[in-house]
């Protein structure tokens, strides 16, 4: 089944440093979106990259795809520690309506 | 333009009990999505409404769960006869249309305790 899985897990950083989160799928997708959530709370949309798209920008956000590999990586400039949160990637496939998340990447920022 | 709202935030049911989760879409919203998660893991898509209509329920577990969207309204998420294993963060998002290259917008959760 179509699966966005984050890699790693889990990442430490200190505040200023850039923080890197990837992601991999397993199947055609019409576009793909990263999805930040504090603890106890809701998703927040953070940006949609569509299929034919190679790299995006937002802020202090960088996303790129690379549709041949089935991978995409969010790039966090300059963190600060109220980035402090989960990150997801969700994909849309070609087949269905449905919206797969990934199990998410854990971002620490020590101030 | 108040966002998507649930309610209530904290649920709390005993086992055998039933669960009514609401969902009320961001205005002009007619798309409403219900999605599931456990501690420390991803969001599971559970079910996508639209008015009147579900269009995708792939994702429910086909006893106790139900879902609609009356044509006036918010979303209802039902489970009946609550298990331990229910016990989760319940999020619903809406989007304006078929949300193909739209993102969705996420309430705040309702989050179930089955004890």
């Known amino acids: 089944s179509q699966q966005g899985e984050e890699d790693p897990q889990a990442l430490s950083i200190q505040e200023g440093e850039n923080a890197t989160m990837n992601c991999s799928y397993k199947t055609s997708i019409n576009n793909l979106q990263w999805y930040r959530q504090n603890s106890g709370r809701g998703l927040v949309h953070l940006i949609l990259?569509?299929?034919?798209?190679r790299e995006k920008h937002s802020g202090r956000l960088r996303v790129t795809l690379d549709t041949s590999k089935k991978s995409s990586s969010l790039l966090i400039t300059a963190s600060r520690a109220a980035d402090t949160a989960s990150y997801f990637c969700?994909?849309?496939?070609?087949?269905?309506?449905?919206?797969?998340f990934g199990a998410g990447t854990r971002l620490f920022v020590k101030a | 333009n108040a966002g998507v709202m649930q309610n209530p935030r904290h649920l709390v049911r005993r086992r055998g009990q039933e669960a009514r989760l609401r969902c009320s879409p961001m205005k002009g919203h007619s798309h409403v999505y219900w999605y599931r998660q456990l501690p420390e893991e991803g969001l599971k898509f559970m079910v996508y409404l639209q008015k009147e209509n579900i269009i995708d329920e792939s994702g429910m577990p086909k006893e106790r769960f139900s879902a609609e969207f009356p044509k006036e309204g918010p979303s209802i998420l039902r489970i009946q006869q609550v298990v331990r294993g229910d016990s989760a963060a319940y999020f619903c998002?809406?989007?304006?249309?078929?949300?193909?290259?739209?993102?969705?917008?996420f309430g705040p959760g309702t989050r179930l305790t089955v004890t």
């Open positions: 998002a809406s989007s304006p249309l078929d949300r193909g290259g739209y993102e969705q917008y």
């Open positions: 990259i569509r299929s034919n798209e």
């Open positions: 969700a994909t849309d496939g070609t087949g269905g309506f449905k919206t797969i």
